[in-house]
């Protein structure tokens, strides 16, 4: 019996505001984008890095540029880094980013990028404050890849992601989806 496993992934978000697009912005979700910013750290040494979000790639990234002496800022929407854990360990997180070097940068939403001639950041805006980057990281989530779904009549839910039932069954006969590209049943 034949079936179908759709399971195409996510790609990063990038934020839609004004400078997405520039030279020094990265987002981090495959060997690629690490390949990217490593050739990037290794040619340009930039020295201060703005850091956009405070889940896991954002807070590995942070320890990454502080291991190459870079000036670290994380912008954060909420009070906490890591903000899905319980809030003793996102405590315990921002304690460990302060310890070591990280500044941290709470209730921050970036609003434009500013750039210079050559297309690259020179510096963040953020509804709070404007501060001077050399590199931004975008790790503000992902965005379902589910065009090929969508052209075969799958179903979305809520998220934009595909809608599947306990079992990851999509609306459609004999097919499945599983990993970034679908939304998931939890049973807490």
Same mark, same amino acid.
């Given at each position: 019996?034949? !079936?179908?496993?759709?399971? #195409?992934?996510?790609?990063? @978000?990038?934020?839609?505001?004004?400078?997405?697009?520039?030279?020094?912005?990265?987002?981090?979700?495959? =060997?690629?984008?690490?390949?990217?910013?490593?050739?990037?750290?290794?040619?340009?040494?930039? *020295? *201060?890095?703005?850091?956009? %979000? %405070?889940?896991?790639? %954002? =807070?590995?990234?942070?320890?990454?540029? @502080?291991? @190459?002496?870079?000036? #670290?800022?994380?912008?954060? !929407? @909420?009070?906490?880094?890591?903000?899905?854990?319980?809030? &003793?360990?996102?405590?315990?997180?921002?304690?460990? =980013?302060? &310890? $070591?070097?990280?500044?941290? /940068?709470?209730?921050? &939403?970036?609003?434009?990028?500013?750039?210079?001639?050559?297309?690259?950041? #020179?510096?963040?805006?953020? $509804?709070?404050?404007?501060?001077?980057?050399?590199?931004? /990281?975008?790790?503000?989530?992902?965005?379902?890849?589910?065009?090929?779904?969508?052209?075969?009549?799958?179903?979305?839910?809520?998220? %934009?992601?595909? *809608? #599947?039932?306990?079992?990851?069954?999509?609306? =459609?006969?004999?097919?499945?989806?599983?990993?970034?590209?679908? &939304?998931?049943?939890?049973?807490?």
């Amino acid at each position: 019996m034949d !079936r179908l496993i759709i399971a #195409t992934g996510a790609r990063s @978000r990038r934020l839609n505001i004004s400078g997405n697009d520039s030279k020094n912005i990265f987002t981090l979700k495959d =060997l690629q984008d690490g390949i990217h910013i490593k050739k990037y750290v290794d040619e340009k040494r930039p *020295r *201060r890095v703005a850091v956009l %979000g %405070g889940g896991f790639i %954002g =807070l590995e990234m942070c320890e990454a540029f @502080r291991l @190459r002496n870079m000036e #670290t800022f994380l912008f954060c !929407r @909420r009070d906490l880094p890591a903000g899905n854990l319980e809030k &003793e360990i996102s405590e315990k997180i921002l304690k460990e =980013l302060q &310890e $070591n070097g990280v500044y941290f /940068l709470p209730y921050h &939403e970036p609003v434009a990028f500013k750039r210079n001639g050559n297309g690259e950041v #020179t510096s963040l805006e953020t $509804n709070k404050a404007h501060f001077p980057a050399d590199m931004v /990281l975008m790790a503000v989530g992902v965005i379902p890849n589910v065009e090929i779904a969508r052209e075969a009549g799958v179903e979305f839910g809520k998220t %934009g992601a595909i *809608r #599947t039932d306990t079992a990851q069954k999509t609306n =459609l006969v004999d097919s499945y989806t599983a990993g970034d590209c679908c &939304e998931v049943f939890n049973l807490v």
